[in-house]
């Protein structure tokens, strides 16, 4: 299984970017889908997470400004941010809990894509 993960960049304070990862590989099902980011001397925190059953989650920081998606079809999950902030500045990885079998699950990362806000 993979996930690859693209659309980072540089941006200008309060512009716009987003954010795509597909899952591909050997999958039956996949869970919860989300985007976490890190930043340099940071842990990795989370961004914002859609589960299976459409429920969304985001942290405090990301509320108002970002927005998760998910096409189930595609196996992918996406981050439209907006009004980016250079406090948004990070490594944005996606994420994925998923079946590779009936019995098998795991969670499973992308490579990670850079953001980097700044004039």
């Known amino acids: 299984v993979q996930l690859q993960a693209s659309g980072g960049g540089l941006v200008q304070p309060g512009g716009s970017l987003r954010l795509s990862c597909a899952a591909s590989?050997?999958?039956?099902?996949?869970?919860?889908m989300g985007w976490y980011r890190q930043a340099p001397g940071k842990r990795r925190e989370l961004v914002a997470t859609f589960s299976n059953a459409g429920i969304t989650n985001y942290a405090d920081s990301a509320k108002g400004r970002f927005t998760i998606s998910r096409d189930n079809a595609k196996n992918a999950v996406y981050l439209q941010m907006n009004n980016l902030e250079p406090e948004d500045t990070a490594v944005y990885y996606c994420?994925?809990?998923?079946?590779?079998?009936?019995?098998?699950?795991?969670?499973?990362w992308g490579q990670g894509t850079q953001v980097t806000v700044s004039s």
């Open positions: 994420n994925a809990y998923l079946a590779t079998n009936w019995e098998t699950y795991g969670t499973y």
């Open positions: 590989g050997r999958i039956l099902s996949i869970n919860d």
